[in-house]
């Protein structure tokens, strides 16, 4: 599903990437551990087309998406993969509903099929009563699990996640980790997932370790 080879990146003269290789198997959870500062973050927004590497190809269900143009590479984005962040990322100006709906409206959704779907997603992520609260109303859990939906909306193949229960207290980290394995049973995506928790990690499928500016199997 996922293929990285040999991605080069550097900030400077501070080479922060060395000719990564990754595969991630379709439906495969995926951890990515390591120090703070070590380029997995950087790895993650390479993977989702959000930054550019200096060297290197990434496919993404067989499509090279560096070759794409930028209009291209926005409607591939938008349609194949679903970003997760730590901070959740939801606009405060708007409802848990809208908030959820962005992505499919952006992708050309009406707005009627958009909001049918966001509402689907509430429900199935016991949100619904909480369809029509803004960000500041929802708990960190709460947020978490609209920022989950609108990764979901478009119905992507890949989920990324970055740091996605690092502001979470325990009871919701593991009801996030629950969610993720219940989003692969239910949809079949695949995940990456970058983070610090060591719970998280240890029930993901595989772990690898970004050590110096390279991916190693975690020991």
């Not at 198997?25 to 930054?51: D, N, P, R, Y």
């Not at 509430?122 to 109303?137: G, T, V």
């Not at 394995?181 to 995940?191: A, D, P």
Request: proline fraction near 3%; glycine fraction near 6%.
């Amino acid at each position: 599903m996922i293929d990285a080879q040999n991605i080069n990146k550097k900030f400077g003269d501070l080479k922060i990437l060395k000719d990564i290789n990754l595969y991630v198997e379709k439906s495969e959870i995926l951890a990515i551990v390591g120090k703070s500062g070590a380029g997995k973050t950087t790895l993650l927004q390479i993977i989702g087309s959000l930054l550019k590497p200096d060297s290197g190809k990434v496919f993404i269900d067989s499509t090279d998406i560096y070759s794409l143009n930028d209009r291209e590479l926005s409607l591939f984005r938008n349609k194949y993969i679903g970003f997760v962040f730590q901070f959740h990322n939801l606009l405060p100006e708007f409802t848990a509903l809208e908030n959820i709906a962005i992505p499919a409206l952006i992708a050309g959704t009406t707005k009627n099929e958009a909001y049918k779907k966001a509402t689907e997603l509430l429900d199935y992520l016991n949100l619904s009563d909480r369809a029509d609260h803004k960000p500041a109303q929802l708990s960190g859990g709460e947020q978490q699990r609209v920022a989950v939906a609108r990764a979901l909306i478009n119905n992507p193949k890949v989920i990324l996640a970055d740091e996605p229960s690092g502001n979470l207290d325990l009871a919701h980290k593991t009801d996030l980790h629950k969610l993720f394995f219940k989003l692969r049973e239910t949809f079949g995506q695949t995940f990456v997932i970058v983070t610090h928790d060591e719970q998280l990690a240890k029930i993901s499928d595989r772990i690898l370790r970004l050590t110096d500016g390279k991916l190693y199997p975690n020991d």
